[in-house]
Every structure is written in C-alpha cells, then in structure tokens.
C-alpha cells in the first residue's frame, strides 16, 4: 500500500515536469559559467536533442561497407574509430569508468537509424546552444558522452581517441551521401583538426554535388538522428506497471537486478543502472530519452515490440533505480536536482520508500578493481 | 525410424562410454557421475564432450540452460523423440543433479574474438557473427552468445558445437519444433537466417576450437 502510494506521488510529481521540458531546453545554465575545475564544472553536454519526427517515408543515408574504408593512415584512423566505438572497454581506466561500450546504446556500431547513428550526428556538430549551455565541436559532444555515459573522464580535445571517433563519424556519413548524390572516388580526407570540429559549418568541405541539394540545415537534421520521439503515453508513466514489462521483456538478458550477464569477462548483455552503468548525467537517464531508446531498439532483435505505454513504464522503472553520482554533484543533491534535472527523471527523488536518488549514488569514474557487483 | 538409428547410436557408444569413464576417474578433477545422468553418457559422452551426431556436447553450458532445456523437452515446447524420452528418465531434484554435472565439466579454451576486433570481415559468415546484419534486424550472434560464442547463463555456447546440430536447431526453430525460448528471442533471430546463412553459420561456429 506504502509502496503504491509513493509510487503514485512519483508519478505526480513527474506531471508538471513533463510540461517543463521544453523549457529547460532554453535556460541558461549560470553555474557552468566560470570556474576552473573541469570536473565539477562540466556543461550539461548530454542536453535532449532536437527530437525528430519518424515518418514511414523516411530514407535514411547508406554508409559504405567497411571494407570500403581506405589503406593508409587516414583510414587508420577510421579504423580505430569503429573499434573503439565497439569495444571501448579498451579504454577502461583510462577514459571509461563502466562496463559499457558506445555501440550499446548506438546500435550497430553507430550505424543503425534511429539509434542516434554517427552519420547523421557529424553533421549537427559544431552545434551553438544558448548561453554558456552549449555543445560546440563534435569531440566536445563526444567527450560528453565519455563523462556521463561512460561514467568516465573525457578524452583531451585532439587527442587521437576522439579523432579516431570523429574520423570514423565523417567516414560513414560522408561515404553514404557520396553513394547518394553520385560523387565519385574516396571519401576525401580532413586533417585532424578538421576532423573534430564536425560538419555544420560554411567552411566545410562538403564536395557541390551535394551541398546544391542539402544545406547546412537540412544536412543537420537527416532522417534517422537520435532517438526517435515516442508519443505521450495514454496514463502516466509508472515504475510500477514497468517493472511487470522488465520481467516479462528485459530482464531474461538484462538480469533481475539489472546487472546485466557477464561473458568472459565483458558485459555481453550491459547493465542498466547500479554502479557498472551510465551516470546520473547520461542522457539515458531522464524516462523520456530512455523511453525513446527502448521503444525502437529494445528488446534486442525486435525493433519495435512494446506499446509505447510499456516502454514509457519500463523506462521510468530502469531509471528509478540509483547509479554512479552526476559528475556535477557538489555535495547537495537538491542543488544539483534544481540546476540539471528539471526534466522527465528520478533523481533527487524517492521512489518505492526508497532513500533518494542521488543520495547514495556509486563513484563517479572508479577504478574497475574497485567496483563490487 | 529416426529413433532407431540412435538407439543404433546407443549401442554403439557403450563400449566406448566405458573407456571414457576410466579416462574420468583417472583425471582426478572430474566429479563422480550422478546416477541419473549416467544414461545420458552414452549419446553426449561421460564428460559431456558430446559425441558427434550421436549425441551433441554439454560441457560448457550452464546448469541453467540445460536445467531449462530438459524442462522444455518434457514439456514437448522442445520436440525431439529421442530426448523426450531421455528427459523423462529425469525428474524433481535429479534435474538439477544432472544439469550441475554436465555444466562443471571442462571445455577446450579457445582464443578469444570480441566484437570490434575486426573491422572489415570478409567472410559473410563471421561478419554476421560479430557484426550481424542490420538491415534485417539481426543483431551479431555474438552481442548475446558472448565472444567467439562461448556462450554463458541461458545462453548456450556455440562454439566448438557438433556442426550438424547447430543446423538442425537452426532448421527447427524454422519449422517450428523448438520454441520455449523466453520472449522467442531467438526464433525470432532463426526465422529470418537463409538457408546458406544456415549453414555457413554452423560451420563457422563449430569450427572455433
């Protein structure tokens, strides 16, 4: 009964701040502004993206086969993009603090549409947002994901992580809109300066065959970014009624506790919260994104086999457990709830009769010896 | 018909199954065959090493898997004459018994392959295993049997599997007598697989030893 009732006010409360989503989308982010410590004054880079509209008529950019990326040092470096993007457990310790990989949450490798597919994402970057709450460059969002996702530390600017990452980005996007508008030879290379600034800019070098069919604008926003939106479930999204849909959908692969299942000493089937999984700064954390992600891609194989009001349930459930600390966590859960979480989420937050979330959050971008399953 | 040639089977390996069992007790490590599973040596070997098309191997699955997996065949979710009546020949705690032994026995380590290890992959066969193929929702075989396929909880291995037998469970997803996976997780992945990528799939998987 206790249970219930808590849970219900969680779904209340969650109501007005539905509404207020789009408003956090416009304020400025004062705190962010001026101090030095980077760590502690990281920029919400893991902001919603602009969310696109799925229509049937959707034809989403083909990237070339693999097997097309050149010999030599540039595909090199496209190379290591992809293999890093796929098993960036390589970088444990070293930039990442979980036991996930990018291609988890960016299906095939970054590939797959409606997935939030590199391809589409190279040509969004350098993105201007209000204020002092802005993404710049390509490796500057990529470093996000690095800090929150990861639960990790971020890469240095230029470092040849986040040019391999950006390479492979360019080389997919750029491969797939040369076999669209008919642009002969290989994909031509950028230096690494270049490289990590992204496309969406005058003074790219984006061959005229395709610039006189897509601008700047239009190349920003092509079919099969991000994460598809879900329309609005019919009731309010319940952890409760989630956690009928995980046992019955998720948590065969996913593991009763979340936990995921690890095979040979890798998180073949990844956790979803817990100290092992994205932080409290991860996009994936706020019930919509995550609903948005699970509705398209989940359970794996299916595409599309929930309702959406299960996926919204199941979403609120996943992200009303507790996980690695938000890295802008000052010490005052309150303060940061207020300055970074005006959104769909959990955090700072009781559900279930639970202590609140984000009051006894795991380590941010611990050492993989030290972290008890 | 069918249940002849293994009963033919059967008869064939009990000489052989008494040779491996003194193998077994002079390895030390192996752990005394349960009562109730020593039936099943004779088609799946006293280590579970399998035994060719007689029977396939059960070392290095998990006491889960092949706990579950003799449920479903009693149940009839798993069709195959033989091993309904096989399966019958255990039940209550004797499941568990048999299921813990065959999963403590040793496979063969093999190198490791992870997904990301290779980037181009000629061989359409491996490309699907570690990459999969997207433009028909199928995800890489190895994003839920683990690395090479060595499989792990309720996911069985597949590597080094008894290659007629991958085939066979492969085909009878498609046709219908196996089913019992939770969610159809893997009918659903079956069902959309050709023939050829039938095949190919096998022979790649059986073949990392």
């Not at chain 1, 509209?53 to 470096?77: H, W």
């Not at chain 1, 809109?177 to 002969?184: F, H, P, Q, R, S």
């Not at chain 2, 060595?150 to 492969?170: D, I, M, N, W």
Request: glycine letters at 8%.
């Amino acid at each position: 009964m206790k249970l219930l009732s808590i849970l219900c006010m969680g779904v209340l409360l969650s109501l007005p701040l539905q509404a207020n989503e789009l408003l956090t989308e416009l304020a400025p982010n004062a705190s962010t502004a001026t101090s030095s410590d980077p760590l502690t004054t990281l920029p919400d880079r893991q902001a919603a993206l602009p969310a696109v509209e799925k229509k049937a008529t959707d034809e989403y950019l083909q990237p070339a086969p693999l097997a097309d990326i050149p010999t030599g040092a540039f595909g090199d470096k496209v190379r290591l993009g992809y293999k890093l993007f796929v098993n960036t457990q390589q970088l444990r310790d070293k930039y990442v603090g979980n036991e996930l990989n990018c291609v988890n949450c960016h299906m095939n490798a970054g590939i797959k549409a409606n997935a939030s597919p590199l391809w589409a994402a190279y040509f969004a970057y350098p993105a201007y947002r209000k204020k002092n709450d802005k993404v710049n460059s390509f490796q500057e969002r990529i470093q996000g994901c690095f800090s929150y996702s990861m639960n990790g530390k971020a890469p240095a600017s230029g470092s040849p992580e986040l040019v391999a990452i950006s390479a492979y980005s360019y080389w997919l996007g750029m491969s797939g809109l040369m076999a669209k508008y008919n642009v002969a030879g290989p994909v031509p290379e950028l230096s690494d300066v270049e490289l990590v600034k992204g496309a969406k800019r005058d003074d790219f070098p984006m061959p005229k065959a395709i610039s006189e069919h897509l601008d700047v604008t239009a190349l920003s926003q092509l079919p099969g970014r991000g994460f598809p939106k879900t329309p609005q479930p019919e009731l309010a999204y319940s952890p409760v009624r989630g956690m009928t849909v995980y046992q019955a959908h998720c948590q065969v692969c996913h593991g009763e506790d979340g936990q995921g299942q690890m095979i040979a000493g890798i998180a073949a089937l990844p956790p979803l919260w817990g100290p092992q999984s994205f932080n409290w700064g991860a996009g994936m954390h706020r019930v919509n994104t995550a609903t948005d992600f699970i509705y398209e891609n989940m359970p794996l194989g299916k595409s599309i086999q929930l309702t959406v009001q299960q996926a919204w349930d199941v979403a609120a459930y996943v992200n009303s457990f507790d996980r690695p600390q938000d890295p802008r966590f000052k010490g005052d859960v309150s303060k940061t709830q207020a300055t970074y979480h005006q959104h769909q989420g959990y955090y700072g937050q009781s559900v279930a009769g639970n202590p609140i979330l984000g009051s006894e959050s795991y380590p941010v971008f611990p050492l993989k010896k030290s972290v008890k399953q | 018909m069918k249940t002849s040639f293994y009963l033919f089977g059967i008869l064939l390996s009990l000489p052989m199954c008494n040779v491996m069992h003194v193998n077994a007790s002079e390895t030390s490590s192996q752990q005394v065959i349960p009562a109730a599973a020593q039936l099943c040596t004779s088609c799946h070997g006293a280590q579970g090493q399998g035994m060719g098309v007689v029977g396939p191997r059960l070392a290095g699955l998990s006491a889960e898997y092949i706990n579950n997996q003799l449920t479903l065949f009693q149940t009839g979710k798993r069709q195959n004459p033989t091993m309904l009546a096989m399966a019958a020949t255990v039940q209550g705690d004797n499941i568990a018994l048999v299921s813990e032994y065959f999963s403590q026995q040793a496979v063969a380590d093999i190198p490791l392959q992870f997904r990301g290890d290779k980037v181009a992959i000629s061989d359409p066969f491996e490309a699907l295993a570690f990459q999969g193929d997207w433009s028909r929702v199928i995800p890489a075989c190895t994003s839920c049997h683990g690395p090479s396929g060595v499989g792990g909880g309720q996911f069985p291995r597949l590597a080094g599997q008894e290659v007629s037998y991958l085939k066979t469970q492969l085909l009878s997803w498609q046709n219908g007598t196996r089913k019992g996976d939770v969610d159809n997780m893997m009918g659903n992945i079956a069902v959309k697989l050709t023939a050829a990528e039938i095949d190919g799939l096998s022979e790649f998987f059986a073949n990392i030893k």
